[in-house]
């Protein structure tokens, strides 16, 4: 059973940082990739970043040059540094990972709240 526990949400003034991290009940070694998502109120989830079992990044226009993605595999963490903070990230940000096999297997955390002040 994988489980997902999101921390590091909080409320921040704008133009502030937050480091959200993704913990892992399993060795994240056995996933493809890894990333965030995030659900601001009547919105849809969208990608906010993401990261490969190879290494290679994504991330969403929105916050390119803000936000940073990585891990720690001796952690079984996976980690969102979230700078420069404006009004509108403010959301529910939800951790993924997943598989690709026969079938894919996505496994989500339950949000961590960030909430920017103006």
């Known amino acids: 059973q994988v489980q997902l526990e999101e921390s590091g949400g909080g409320l921040v003034q704008a133009g502030g940082s937050l480091r959200l991290s993704c913990a892992a009940s399993?060795?994240?070694?056995?996933?493809?990739?890894m990333g965030w998502y995030r659900q601001a109120p009547g919105k849809q989830r969208e990608l906010v970043a993401a990261i490969t079992d190879g290494g290679i990044t994504n991330y969403a226009d929105f916050v390119k040059g803000r936000f940073t993605i990585s891990r720690t595999y001796a952690k079984n963490t996976v980690y969102l540094q979230t700078n420069s903070l404006k009004s509108e990230d403010t959301a529910v940000y939800y951790c993924?990972?997943?598989?690709?096999?026969?079938?894919?297997?996505?496994?989500w955390g339950q949000g961590t709240q960030v909430t920017v002040s103006s």
């Open positions: 399993v060795s994240i070694f056995s996933f493809n990739s």
């Open positions: 993924n990972m997943r598989r690709l096999g026969i079938f894919r297997e996505d496994y």
